[in-house]
């Protein structure tokens, strides 16, 4: 597991986007696995300015959808599709007709699980993964415990993501109290993973993360027995101010 150090958000946003560019000039049709969240967006506008000045192109990508919330319709605000959507698929020019879903009202969840390992082991893997720490350590809706085998699955969340995700929807309680995550199995496998980590509040998960003991209890500590995994964190979350910190 490689750390890169960024100044701040707005230089983590841009070496993050430069990574998800080579990744992408590699390989144009990558499978790529986005999360939403507020961490990645400011690579998500980076890569739309690249792509107007002609130095990315999106065009021939493979995106999936890493997670979603349960059992709200398509079009309600929470809907995480939605979300992707308005940060980076729009921006970009990417047609929903290419994007891999997890529905978020689908009738029948499992059956939508299945279909997406099925969608993901039918691309090969991941190429890349582009993800952001959750409080609890989770990736995605990978709440803890996840084990490094999970499938993509429905899960209940945790009084943790509850907490982080109402900001985003004007309060707690609008927050829906099922997902269904894409699972650790698929994550874990990824030719090459992101994992983007901003502010003092994710100081102590990301330490957890790179330093504690790696366990399911703290999904993301997974990510060190995985291949090619880059953590870029800027300055606050890492503390430098802090002597007992190791960045
Ligand atoms: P954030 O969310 O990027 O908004 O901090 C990360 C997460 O909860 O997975």
């Given at each position: 597991?490689?750390?890169?150090?960024?100044?701040?958000y707005?230089d983590?946003?841009?070496?993050?986007?430069?990574?998800?560019?080579?990744a992408?000039?590699r390989?144009?049709?990558?499978a790529?696995?986005?999360a939403t969240g507020?961490?990645?967006?400011?690579?998500y506008?980076?890569l739309?300015?690249m792509?107007r000045?002609?130095?990315?192109d999106?065009t021939?990508?493979?995106p999936?959808?890493?997670?979603a919330?349960?059992?709200?319709?398509?079009d309600?605000?929470r809907a995480?599709y939605?979300?992707?959507?308005?940060?980076?698929?729009?921006?970009l020019?990417i047609?929903?007709?290419?994007?891999v879903?997890?529905?978020?009202?689908?009738?029948?969840p499992e059956?939508a699980?299945?279909?997406?390992?099925?969608a993901?082991?039918?691309a090969?893997?991941?190429d890349?993964a582009v993800l952001g720490?959750g409080?609890n350590?989770?990736?995605?809706?990978?709440?803890p415990p996840?084990?490094?085998?999970a499938p993509?699955r429905?899960?209940i969340?945790?009084?943790?993501?509850?907490?982080?995700?109402g900001?985003?929807?004007?309060?707690?309680d609008?927050?829906?109290?099922e997902?269904?995550t894409c699972?650790?199995?698929h994550?874990?496998?990824a030719?090459e993973?992101l994992?983007?980590?901003s502010?003092?509040h994710?100081?102590e998960?990301l330490?957890?993360?790179l330093?504690?003991?790696?366990?399911s209890?703290v999904p993301a500590?997974?990510?060190?027995?995985?291949?090619?995994v880059t953590v870029?964190a800027?300055?606050a979350?890492?503390?430098?101010d802090?002597?007992t910190?190791?960045?």
């Open positions: 597991m490689n750390l890169i150090v960024a100044n701040d707005a983590l946003s841009r070496v993050a986007a430069e990574r998800i560019a080579a992408v000039a390989k144009p049709d990558a790529i696995v986005l507020n961490t990645p967006m400011g690579a506008a980076e739309a300015r792509q000045a002609g130095a990315f999106a021939h990508i493979r999936f959808q890493l997670d919330y349960l059992g709200i319709p398509f309600d605000e995480l939605g979300w992707l959507e308005r940060a980076f698929l729009r921006p020019g047609a929903r007709e290419r994007v879903m997890l529905p978020d009202g689908a009738p029948d059956a699980c299945r279909a997406y390992d099925a993901v082991d039918a090969g893997g991941f890349l720490l409080p350590g989770h990736l995605g809706f990978n709440e996840s084990p490094a085998d993509t429905r899960v969340l945790t009084e943790a993501s509850l907490n982080s995700n900001p985003y929807w004007g309060g707690r609008r927050v829906p109290r997902a269904i699972g650790m199995r994550l874990l496998a030719r993973t994992l983007l980590v502010g003092a994710k100081r998960i330490r957890a993360t330093y504690g003991p790696v366990t209890d500590s997974l990510l060190r027995l995985a291949g090619k870029i800027d300055a979350a890492c503390g430098r802090d002597p910190w190791r960045c």
